[in-house]
């Protein structure tokens, strides 16, 4: 009969070779755990340019990682059985920075390729980027764990205290990177460090620890080289990497004053340096024409902005309507900074800029304080889904006047399953609400910019009509029981259902 303490067939002896000190096991096990979370968090900026930034492009990365994690763990255990763990753990943490630095060309190599390819292409590329060094790191923690289990009495301590310490290494790397890094550098050069370090490490442990070939260090050195020398070669697609974008400025090779700023994979504002009242995208032009249609005339208003871009609007209404008073709620301190230094924008007490979330600054604006609310933020295709609901409409209800507007722009697929649950939103506030669409918009038959206008005074159909029609899309403009049918069932979005990127992707 066994005793307490014998389990069958397995001797109290030791069980690993002797090989790295407690101190230095959870550091490894610590600084390889977040090195995968930290990868994790800049794989978002990384696929931008190419998939946006949409929920199923974090559901990708998310998931592709945790396949990763869950396959390097599992074959890190087999390999740690099988060979020797000194020799191993060198040429593991090597072979995560080689693959780290390969990060940088993998996706922008392939990111055209798959760029706006949807859900599929989210998890190729994820996969193609991140699922092999999150599972070459992860492979660490079994290897620790060989070298330091000495006897069968230690398994729940060893395994629990480096389980923990991985644990606080995720949540680390979380932090800093979102909190820290991403402010601090481009994503570019935050993962050339991270892959720096790591073969860094890598080698000294392998010099540390290991008693055998060096073949195994070899290889993994070589694809470090190999790694750090494509990510150097292969083009970065920025001009600037703010906290939120990948954004770059493109001159208009038939307008030699006109600048394109374009987000991530969005063409996002276009400005003409000299000429302000220049409108190049239709949506800016419904803006105008809507706003003619409600405030007739040049008359100065106070208008409220959320989201700057290029601030296309704020220059238009300073050029033409002398005396406006303008707030910009804008998320991204560098798109103010590249508006100042490429754009051409000037702010002063006429034409303000307020940094920070624009749901949060609405709420501390004081009532019936503006005429009228442009809505033009993005992130990717979406309305950031906090932007859209019942709640935000209400307080936007509450800072205009009792004659005010809001005028939104909302981009949505064929689908048409977002723009019509955010009118039917609009409509929930407000007691009058038009869609200017084009007509293969309106009907489903392609992608479009949408212009929804939502006031409690009334809207002149007619004249909104004439304003729409004429352009190069001809738009329609959808009131009334017209208007009711084409919402249809849509919900209304509220804080506590906005499914925007899924009405994106798939409709209602």
Known sequence: MLSPVETSGEPDHPTGPAGIPSWAAGTVVF???????????????????????????????????????????????????????????????????????????????????????????????????????????????????????????????????????????????????????????????????????????????????????????????????????????????????????????????????????????LRHSYVDLDDPTHLEFRYTQLFAAALDVVRPGTEAMDALHIGGGGFTMPRLLAATRPGTSSLVLELDPGIVDIARERLGLTTDSSLRVEVGDARLGVEDLGDDGYDVVFGDAFGGLAVPWHLTTRELVAELDRVLRPDGTYIVNVIDRPSTGFVRAEAATLADVFAHVAVLAPPAGAIGRTGSNFVLVASQAPLDDAVLTAAAAGGPLDEVVLTGAELESWIGSADVLTDDFAPVDQLLLLGS
């Open 31 to 265: 600084g390889a755990t977040a090195a995968v979370l930290v990868l994790e968090i800049l794989a978002g900026r990384l696929l931008a340019p190419y998939v946006g930034v949409t929920l199923q492009t974090y559901t990708g990365i998310i998931g592709t990682v945790l396949a990763g994690i869950a396959v390097g763990t599992w074959y890190g255990g087999f390999l740690a059985d099988n060979v020797d763990p000194r020799r191993l753990l060198g040429p593991l943490i090597t072979l995560g920075g080689a693959l780290s630095l390969a990060t940088i060309p993998v996706v922008r190599l392939f990111g055209e390729a798959f760029a706006g390819g949807g859900i599929v292409a989210i998890v190729v590329l994820s996969a193609l980027g991140f699922f092999a060094p999150a599972a070459v790191l992860s492979a660490v923690g079994p290897t620790v764990v060989k070298l330091r289990l000495r006897s069968l009495h230690q398994t729940g301590v060893v395994v629990g205290r480096l389980s923990a310490l991985g644990t606080l290494g995720a949540i680390a790397g979380t932090f800093v990177t979102g909190f820290v890094l991403v402010s601090a550098a481009p994503v570019s050069t935050l993962i050339t460090v991270l892959g720096i370090v790591l073969v860094a490490a890598g080698g000294g442990l392998w010099l540390w620890l290991s008693r055998g070939s060096p073949s195994l260090m070899i290889w993994a050195l070589l694809a470090a080289g190999t790694g750090l020398g494509l990510g150097l070669a292969v083009g970065v697609p920025c001009h600037v990497e703010t906290v939120y974008y990948c954004a770059r400025i493109e001159v208009d090779p038939d307008r030699p004053s006109g600048r394109l700023l374009v987000l991530d994979d």
